[in-house]
């Protein structure tokens, strides 16, 4: 079993930053890659960035420029760091690793871009 805890969201004002970050911890015994997905209420959960086992990262289009993702192997941690944010990255954010083909989701952190 793995378990899965979101950090570091919260309440930030347009063109403003936060730093997400997750831990994962449990049978993690082999290569698996991180990423973060979001989701509000408009819409379905989707794919913000990720990062596999051998660092390679991937972003949408939406967060190109504006969120970096990195991962720390030897704590078995994962951040975004996410600037200039803008009202519509409102969501809650869900961190999510991907083990032996099993996806394993944190409850997530509530991000909100508001003036």
């Known amino acids: 079993q793995v378990q899965v805890v979101e950090s570091g969201g919260g309440l930030v004002q347009p063109g403003g930053s936060l730093r997400l970050s997750c831990a994962a911890s449990?049978?993690?015994?082999?290569?698996?890659?991180m990423a973060w997905y979001r989701q509000n209420p408009e819409k379905a959960r989707e794919l913000v960035a990720l990062?596999?086992?051998?660092?390679?990262?991937n972003y949408a289009d939406s967060v190109k420029g504006r969120f970096t993702i990195s991962r720390d192997n030897a704590k078995i941690m994962v951040y975004l760091q996410m600037n200039s944010l803008k009202p519509e990255d409102t969501a809650v954010y869900y961190c999510?690793?991907?083990?032996?083909?099993?996806?394993?989701w944190g409850r997530g952190t509530q991000v909100t871009v508001s003036s």
């Open positions: 449990g049978s993690i015994f082999s290569r698996y890659t």
């Open positions: 990062v596999t086992s051998d660092g390679s990262t």
């Open positions: 999510n690793v991907v083990l032996a083909g099993r996806y394993y």
